[in-house]
């Protein structure tokens, strides 16, 4: 007998904390990270830092750049001239001129940003010996 009302007690007992779900308008806002928000020169200079460090490989290279242009952006003169100067320690010459590409690449229809790009770059790149993809002509192919 009192099995049957324990059994008859858990199953009311259920049934009362089991709730119907409740169906309600979608909030407008959305909580996301409440991480802290990384302002422009942070983030220039972690990439600037990434580059500069001294025992990065030809892969950390090649990672970096890839997560880089990855981004809805077109990354400052000063992270790409600390790029390629990272190319230069490596002796990766196919690499910087990747890096300029990639790019040319990432500007897109904006044809003013390229150019600003090689005219702050310039003379990194004639310290460096680096040609830009126009002067070798493999932009043409």
Known sequence: MFRAVFRLSATGARSLTRS???????LASRCYSHGKVETDEEFDSRWVTYFSKPDLDAWELRKG????????????????????????RLNDLASAIRILEAVKDKAGPHKDIYPYLIQELKPTLTELGISTPEELGIDKL
Not at 69 to 88: H, T
């Open 20 to 26: 119907r779900p409740c169906y309600s308008a979608p």
């Open 65 to 88: 750049m890839n997560t880089l242009i990855g981004y809805d952006l077109v990354p400052e003169p000063k992270i790409l001239d600390s790029a390629l100067r990272a190319c230069r």
